[in-house]
C-alpha cells in the first residue's frame, strides 16, 4: 500500500478553471501538507494541517485553499486557474506536528494552458 | 528567516567515485536536518535525519551525512556511487520548537550526474 498518495499524477487544465488535487495517508501521521515545485526545483510550503486545524498558511493567493475531512486526508482545491499555477504540488505527512521526517507523495504535475 | 545554501547547482561524477553534496544553513538555532532524494517524475525520498547525538548520521542507499556546527553544515557524502544514484539532492531543516507543523525549508537542490 501507498503510504501517501496523490490523486491524479498529471492534470492539465485551462486558464480559468477549478480544480482540485487530492491526498490520502495510511501512516496515522497528525499532520499533513502540501508543497509547490515550480520549474526550477525549488520546494515551497503552501499548507499544513494537523487534527484539522491549518497552522501555517504561507503568502499563497487565496485562490488555493486546503481541505480536510479527516486525519487522513488533506485535498487542495484551487479556483480559477492561472499559468503561474503550472507546478508539481507534493503532499507530504509527519507524525506528532513537529519534525520527525516527512513521508511524500509521488506528486500531481498541474499545467494550466 | 531561515534559509539553506546549496551551492552546487549540478555536480558530474564518474560511478564508482566518491560524493560529497554540500549543504549550509542559516538558523536561530540548531534545527533538524535533512537529505532527501528526487528520482525524475518521483516524490522526495528521505535518505537521512539528523536530531541530536552522533554528528555522523548513516542513511539509506549507502549515504551519511555530517553535522558540523561551527560551519552551520550538514554535507552528504557516499564513498563510492552507483549510476542509479543520478537523481536530485534536497538538503532540508525544520524547527526543533515552535508547537506547531512548521514544514522544512528546503534548498534548492544539487543535480547529481553520474559518468560511466
Known amino acids: 500500500d501507498t503510504a501517501v498518495s496523490q490523486t491524479p499524477k498529471y492534470l492539465v487544465t485551462q486558464m480559468g478553471n477549478d480544480k482540485s488535487i487530492k491526498c490520502e495517508q495510511n501512516l496515522g501521521h497528525d499532520t499533513m501538507y502540501w508543497y509547490k515545485q515550480d520549474s526550477k526545483k525549488f520546494l515551497k510550503i503552501m499548507f499544513s494541517y494537523n487534527n484539522k486545524e491549518l497552522i501555517i498558511n504561507e503568502t499563497v493567493p487565496n485562490r488555493f485553499s486546503p481541505k480536510s475531512p479527516d486525519k487522513a486526508h488533506l485535498n487542495l482545491h484551487i479556483n480559477s486557474l492561472e499559468l503561474g499555477d503550472s507546478a508539481v504540488y507534493f503532499c507530504?505527512?509527519?507524525?506528532?506536528?513537529?519534525?520527525?521526517?516527512?513521508?511524500f507523495g509521488s506528486g500531481t504535475r498541474l499545467t494550466v494552458v | 528567516a531561515q534559509s539553506v545554501t546549496q551551492p552546487d547547482i549540478h555536480i558530474t561524477v564518474s560511478e564508482g567515485a566518491s560524493l560529497e553534496l554540500r549543504c549550509n544553513y542559516s538558523?536561530?538555532?540548531?534545527?533538524?536536518l535533512f537529505w532527501y532524494v528526487q528520482s525524475p517524475g518521483q516524490g522526495l525520498q528521505l535518505l537521512l535525519k539528523?536530531?541530536?547525538?552522533?554528528?555522523l548520521v548513516q542513511g539509506i542507499k549507502g549515504f551519511e551525512a555530517e553535522f558540523k556546527r561551527s560551519q552551520s553544515s550538514f554535507n552528504l557524502r557516499k564513498p563510492s556511487v552507483h549510476w542509479s544514484d543520478a537523481a536530485e539532492y534536497f538538503c532540508a531543516v525544520g524547527p526543533r520548537s515552535g508547537g506547531g507543523a512548521d514544514g522544512l525549508t528546503f534548498g534548492k537542490g544539487t543535480h547529481l550526474i553520474i559518468q560511466p
Open positions: 538558523y536561530g538555532a540548531t534545527p533538524y
Open positions: 539528523y536530531f541530536s547525538g552522533d554528528t
Open positions: 507530504a505527512s509527519s507524525q506528532e506536528a513537529g519534525n520527525y521526517g516527512y513521508t
